[in-house]
């Protein structure tokens, strides 16, 4: 079965939301994407869903994968329509400025071929597109040319409580931005602090890719094929040109899809994106499309956290939008340094340590007024949830290989992936993580508090990379906007073309890439009339 568009989009998580409804929007252009997952549930079934994930654990999304596609140590693991933006925690800071620029500013990593003034208008979009909710911080310490789209959450009495204290120790900090509404916004309902953003949202306040794919796919700006996943990129002959997509259908697994399109536009992610380059591996290009750089599936990095809980002599009152809190952006932009360290600053409140619980300090059961007694004691103190996100620079090695002793169901190679620092910065690792453990030893005697616990995590989070951008096709994949240096017609979106991953969450900033990326895609097509 042969299908055929001016644009063909691998993947509909939330980077292929931006690209394809930015080109429905200003392009006249067909648009097809293809999905290996199936549909989501809709948006009717979540307040049941979420009532069986609080009472039972239940996964709210059952049928967020496919068989035969699991890839250990994988992060963000969900195949279905929406991509991981179906649970995520909907929470959007953008990098700083100084993320583009470290090698100018501390010698280390690589710069980015663009900068963030690039990047802010595409930041603001995106911003806009998903309804992000926020309130700038100080302007030296957060940049950006206009406001946020919607007014910040509110804070809560112990979010407002946990600001104070860090204005004590002298540390700005403010409502961390979100893709949650606090006000009706583009047919969402204003958030009600149900408190499980992550990982199902009933009410449908937070943005999720499906309320974009539904709105297109009604309206028959895109066409959405689900159950068919991509297993090659296919050349024109005598050309670098691609001419289309083989895929198998799930549903069928002896049909053969091919999808023919003038634009090619992977967004598959992290993995499955430079997993495809390197599974289309032809004579010309033996090593993968896109790889005479010998850079697809290398450089891919995340950033680590350290966190801790800090007891505060302070009442709080535990249990209301827990998942919201605050942000400092203080330590990503620490001016000039010795040895280079940059994190971000996030905090919460907690009830960790607070939970009623059935047995003393001395293994007694408790019970009836005992057990009550035993609680209120225990929360006459608050306490707060300190994480840092500390930057992670990759090594050339670090990233994806196509594994040859594990295959998917249709006999290719499965991805391996291993991420590994670079060595300047595993060198500074335990220097970074001692500056941190002091900022939060400081915030804890500025507030009359103790820590009560403290750890630095190994996992690297918010993985990035494997098809780094660059003006020279000798050190990178593709070009500032996404274009693949070795064929014309093959775009990259999102995470993927990141050169460092930054040290705050980074959602954002795959979607403001991915839509700098359907601007110079739509440069291939005619302006919408009227």
């Not at 310490?141 to 910040?152: A, E, G, H, V």
């Amino acid at each position: 079965m042969v299908i055929e568009s001016d644009v063909l989009i691998i993947g509909s998580g939330i980077t292929a939301a931006m690209v394809a409804e930015k080109l429905a929007e200003e392009r006249d252009a067909r648009i097809v994407v293809v999905e290996a997952g199936g549909p989501a549930a809709p948006l009717e079934e979540r307040a049941g869903r979420r009532a069986r994930y609080v009472a039972y654990g239940e996964n709210p999304w059952p049928d967020d994968h496919v068989d035969g596609l699991a890839v250990e140590g994988m992060l963000s693991r969900t195949m279905q329509v929406g991509g991981q933006a179906m649970r995520w925690g909907g929470v959007t800071p953008r990098f700083s400025p100084e993320d583009f620029r470290l090698r100018t500013l501390y010698g280390v990593g690589e710069d980015w071929p663009i900068t963030y003034e690039d990047l802010d208008p595409f930041y603001q979009e995106a911003e806009e597109r998903i309804g992000v909710a926020g309130v700038q911080g100080p302007a030296e310490l957060d940049p950006r040319s206009k406001p946020y789209p919607l007014p910040p959450l509110p804070l809560t009495y112990n979010l407002e409580q946990l600001r104070r204290w860090g204005e004590e120790a002298g540390i700005p900090l403010w409502s961390q931005p979100a893709a949650k509404a606090s006000q009706p916004y583009r047919g969402r309902p204003a958030c009600c602090r149900n408190d499980t953003c992550a990982p199902v949202c009933p009410t449908g306040a937070k943005y999720s890719p499906d309320f974009t794919w539904q709105a297109l796919t009604e309206a028959g700006r895109v066409e959405l094929v689900t159950r068919a996943f991509v297993r090659r990129l296919v050349l024109e002959r005598g050309s670098t040109r691609v001419s289309h997509a083989v895929a198998v259908n799930l549903d069928s697994p002896d049909e053969q899809l091919e999808f023919h399109a003038r634009v090619f536009v992977l967004a598959g992610g992290y993995l499955w994106t430079p997993h495809l380059l390197l599974l289309s591996a032809e004579p010309r290009f033996p090593d993968g499309l896109a790889n005479t750089s010998g850079l697809v599936g290398r450089y891919m990095g995340g950033h680590r956290s350290v966190h801790a809980y800090v007891e505060l002599p302070q009442k709080l009152y535990p249990g209301m939008s827990l998942q919201h809190g605050l942000l400092s952006k203080r330590f990503m932009r620490p001016g000039p340094l010795d040895r280079y360290v940059r994190h971000d600053l996030q905090v919460w409140e907690s009830t960790y340590g607070r939970e009623p619980r059935l047995r003393g300090d001395d293994g007694r059961v408790l019970l009836g007024d005992e057990l009550l007694q035993d609680w209120r004691r225990r929360t006459q103190t608050g306490v707060a949830r300190l994480r840092s996100y500390y930057d992670v620079l990759p090594a050339r090695a670090s990233g994806v290989t196509l594994d040859d002793a594990r295959t998917t169901p249709w006999g290719d190679p499965l991805p391996r992936l291993e991420l590994r620092e670079a060595e300047t910065s595993h060198a500074l690792r335990a220097h970074t993580e001692e500056c941190i453990r002091d900022v939060f030893e400081r915030m804890a005697r500025a507030g009359g508090g103790r820590v009560l616990m403290m750890r630095a995590d190994d996992l690297q989070d918010h993985p990035s990379g494997g098809c780094r951008m660059g003006e020279d096709p000798a050190t990178s994949v593709c070009d500032p906007w996404g274009r693949t240096h070795d064929h014309e017609n093959l775009f990259i979106a999102g995470a993927p073309v990141c050169v460092t991953a930054g040290c705050t969450d980074a959602t954002l900033t795959f979607c403001a890439l991915a839509l700098r990326t359907a601007a110079e895609v739509g440069k291939e097509f005619p302006a919408q009339s009227g």
